[in-house]
């Protein structure tokens, strides 16, 4: 299983999404207040408060859906085909996130009248849907040896 160049990039993928679930994707800076948030998996929320200031649960959902479908995926090795579908369906949600991410962030600006700012991790789901679309191509190459052995038979 490992030994496979599109489980190596499956497991990049699931190593970004792991790490979006602990990190925050953006940092916003009330201009008012001086009050630093932070957006990450469990929403956004000032530094020195327990509790979320938004709720983000689409977002968090999405991050945990796309993380199982990738650790899914990883060991479905001997199922190309749902391999196949399961990783396009995957690369279509990774956008949607990224698209998510900066819809809550802007949105959250706006509402709490704050600056924001990007950390590394909010190129992650476009970095994973890279990694998955490199992933699907090696699943369909191997797919394509398969069947041009079977023809050989």
Do not use: W
Not at 49 to 65: R, T
Not at 85 to 93: A, E, K, P, Q, S
Not at 120 to 127: G, K, M, R, S
């Amino acid at each position: 299983m490992i030994q496979r160049i599109q489980s190596l990039f499956l497991l990049q993928v699931i190593i970004l999404l792991t790490f979006m679930v602990f990190f925050p994707i953006s940092e916003l800076i009330s201009t008012s207040t001086e009050i630093v948030y932070k957006f990450g998996f469990t929403g956004i929320k000032a530094e020195t408060e327990i509790n979320a200031a938004f709720s983000i649960a689409p977002y968090s959902i999405l991050v945990a859906l796309c993380l199982l479908i990738a650790v899914l995926t990883l060991f479905l090795f001997k199922k190309r085909m749902l391999q196949i579908r399961l990783t396009i369906f995957n690369i279509v949600l990774l956008v949607g996130l990224q698209g998510l991410a900066f819809y809550y962030t802007n949105a959250a600006g706006n509402e709490l009248d704050a600056s924001y700012s990007f950390t590394i991790l909010f190129v992650a789901p476009i970095v994973s849907a890279i990694l998955s679309f490199l992933a699907l191509r090696g699943i369909s190459k191997d797919e394509a040896l398969i069947r041009s052995l079977n023809r050989l038979r």
